[in-house]
């Protein structure tokens, strides 16, 4: 405001004040900047939330996003399924799957807390209790280690 208040006085003659007006104008376009800058690296780490946590994000992480991060996750989350139900025939392909490439197909892991009985693919199901132990496909448990249920034991 004071900004156009100067301008206007500028020009209507004095001409001290237009140095002040670009010097004012260049800061505002500096923290124009630096908020898109946040913005935009607040937009990247949403996007890695969603490659981490999968598509529900939990209670602690969505108490410290805005409404419009939470709109714009969810789109993402959207979008993001529609493309990998677009790719790989008829079932799509999970690409949030694997994020690092297995060295084998079944691993070790140690349940965290009790969740209930667990589907493999065959048909067999497994109780998935507190300090259990099972030899299971990773990638039908990857989810469930980087929600917190269960924990690779190397």
């Given at each position: 405001?004071?900004?156009?208040?100067?301008?206007?006085?500028?020009?209507?003659?004095?001409?001290?004040?237009?140095?002040?007006?670009?010097?004012?104008?260049?800061?505002?376009?500096?923290?124009?900047?630096?908020?898109?800058?946040?913005?935009?690296?607040?937009?990247?780490?949403?996007?890695?939330?969603?490659?981490?946590?999968?598509?529900?994000?939990?209670?602690?992480?969505?108490?410290?996003?805005?409404?419009?991060?939470?709109?714009?996750?969810?789109q993402y989350k959207k979008?993001?399924?529609?493309?990998?139900?677009?790719?790989g025939g008829e079932e799509?392909?999970?690409?949030?799957?694997?994020?690092?490439?297995?060295?084998?197909?079944?691993?070790?892991?140690?349940?965290?807390?009790?969740?209930?009985?667990?589907?493999?693919?065959?048909?067999?199901?497994?109780?998935?209790?507190?300090?259990?132990?099972?030899?299971?496909?990773?990638?039908?448990?990857?989810?469930?280690?980087?929600?917190?249920?269960?924990?690779?034991?190397?």
């Open positions: 405001e004071q900004n156009q208040a100067d301008v206007s006085e500028a020009k209507a003659g004095r001409a001290d004040l237009i140095f002040l007006i670009r010097f004012r104008h260049c800061c505002l376009l500096r923290n124009q900047r630096c908020l898109l800058a946040y913005l935009y690296d607040r937009l990247l780490r949403i996007r890695a939330l969603r490659w981490e946590y999968g598509s529900v994000l939990p209670n602690t992480v969505q108490f410290h996003m805005s409404a419009d991060e939470v709109e714009w996750f969810n979008s993001l399924a529609t493309y990998m139900r677009s790719v799509g392909l999970d690409l949030t799957q694997d994020i690092k490439p297995p060295k084998s197909l079944y691993i070790e892991v140690r349940c965290l807390r009790d969740y209930g009985e667990f589907e493999i693919d065959d048909g067999t199901t497994v109780l998935l209790k507190k300090n259990s132990q099972h030899f299971l496909p990773r990638w039908k448990c990857e989810q469930l280690i980087r929600q917190g249920v269960l924990e690779h034991i190397l």
